[in-house]
Structures are given as C-alpha cells and as structure tokens.
C-alpha cells in the first residue's frame, strides 16, 4: 500500500517494488530532512483559516509531482541554493529572481524570502519555475510557498493565489497584487526581465497604504421588475 517510506532526517529509506526517480528522490528528501510539500487550501483569504492537504504541491519533489524539482525553501535547508541567492526582504522595492531549476549568473537571486514575523515565525518564499513548460500560470508568475518550523522539523505550505482550489493556477501571475493586509505585505510580479535564463521582476511593499483601498460601489436601478425588452437605466 505504500511506494516508499524514509526517516526523517537521517539515513534510512524503503523503496517499495518502486525504484522510479520521483519515490526515491522524495524519500531521500525526507532523509535530508523535510517533511512533506503541502497545499494550503484557505479559500478567497489565501491564508487565513482552512484545510491542510498533504501532499497537495503538484509543482514539488516532496508534494504529488514526480517529476519537478524540490521548492525554494527545501533547497536553501539542503543548501542547494546558497543563502548568498536568497533574497531576505525586509524593504519596500523592485527584486528580480531566476529560475528554480537553472544555474543563474553570478549573484542571480533564485528566490525572494519576505519574514512574516508571525507566531508561527513563517516566512513568504517567493520561486520562479520555468521547468514545467506546459503550465501558464508558472511560466509568467511567482509561485509562493509558506516556510516555517513543522512538526519539529521544517515544512511548506503552498498558497493559492488565484483561490478555488485548483493548485495548477496557484501562482501569482505578472499583474496581480497579493496584500497580507495583517503584516503589512504586498506582492506584485511586473513583467519578465528578458534575460538569459529569464528572470521575473516582483514589486514588494511594507506598509497599510490606507488610502488605496478598494471604491465602495453602489448601483441602482431605475425598474427592478420588468417585462422582457424594457430598457432598465443604472
């Protein structure tokens, strides 16, 4: 009833009859000391209270996807990605990152990570995935994960921000704005860099901006109770 099975943190894993590269690359994820790639299903608030679902990361090694790489809060804890590419924001600003999956130029930032200073002491990280080619949203957007402590050990959340439970269009694509208006933090992909490899531009805000916020709207109608081919004026 099981593919693999591994220790976490240690040595130690089980292949199960199953010796394909994505049971036992997940498995060697759990000895380098993660637990699993989960998808945080919270409905229109993004973040707020809902339900856990285990494995729910279509894009992650150690989510439901065989074949794509670790995200990039795994790969800075195996140290596959060098603090020294991790871009800790902690200041209003524009930040490029470059593909999860490649090499970058030296001093290429392969991720943004923005603290949220919460009591779960969870942090934003910000990807760019140019290795799924057939999917749009990840292909023009940032996909964004919750990292944080878990379980005694480390875990990742992955956001969806398009809401409605379809992960395969989680990512926040060039245009959107995501607002934590709790903490103050604001996330906006502008436009690709047109570099080589390709890189994504995100706009990153601290601040409540009091003064932007949403036009209350109110329309009225002239008739509310009307036959068939009657002009109605709002």
């Known amino acids: 009833g099981w593919a693999g099975r591994g220790y976490v943190g240690s040595k130690g894993t089980w292949l ?132 944080f402590p878990f379980m005694g050990s480390t875990g990742s959340h992955l956001l969806d921000m398009t809401t409605g439970g379809n992960t395969s269009n989680s990512p926040l694509v060039i245009g959107r704005t995501f607002s934590d208006l709790a903490t103050n933090r604001h996330f906006t992909p502008i436009g690709k860099g047109g570099t080589t490899p390709e890189s994504l531009d995100i706009v990153v805000n601290f601040g409540p901006y009091p003064g932007n916020q949403a036009p209350t709207v109110t329309v009225a109608a002239s008739q509310t109770m009307v036959p068939s081919n009657t002009a109605v004026t709002f």
């Open 16 to 147: 199960n009859g199953n010796f394909g590269m994505g049971v036992t690359a997940h498995e060697l994820g759990h000895n380098y000391g993660v637990y699993h790639a989960n998808y945080r299903n919270a409905g229109e608030s993004i973040i707020g209270a809902g339900t856990l679902q285990e494995y729910g990361n279509p894009f992650d090694k150690m989510g439901n996807s065989g074949a794509s790489h670790f995200n990039a809060w795994f790969k800075r804890l195996f140290d596959w990605t060098p603090a020294s590419q991790v871009n800790t924001v902690t200041t209003s600003g524009t930040y490029r990152i470059y593909p999860l999956e490649v090499a970058t130029p030296d001093g290429g930032m392969q991720s943004l990570k923005v603290p949220r200073n919460d009591s779960q002491s969870r942090d934003y990280w910000l990807e760019f995935r140019q290795g799924i080619t057939s999917n749009a949203s990840l292909m023009s957007g940032a996909s964004v994960n919750f990292g």
